[in-house]
């Protein structure tokens, strides 16, 4: 999932240098969601695995 964030931001990078503003825009709103996604299920997995581990 990191890997389509990094995909789409990069993809949001070149098309606002190029001038594609709308596809640009939309590219960062996508990985601005996917960041916040991976980020929720990673703490997820930390606090999952920390409570698994204090048994």
Not at 5 to 33: D, K, N
Request: glycine share 12%.
């Amino acid at each position: 999932m990191l890997h389509w964030t990094i995909t789409f931001l990069i993809l949001a990078l070149v098309a606002g240098l190029l001038g594609f503003t709308g596809l640009a825009g939309a590219s960062y709103q996508i990985a601005q969601i996917l960041f916040f996604v991976f980020l929720v299920l990673l703490i997820v997995s930390f606090l999952k695995g920390g409570l698994k581990g204090a048994r």
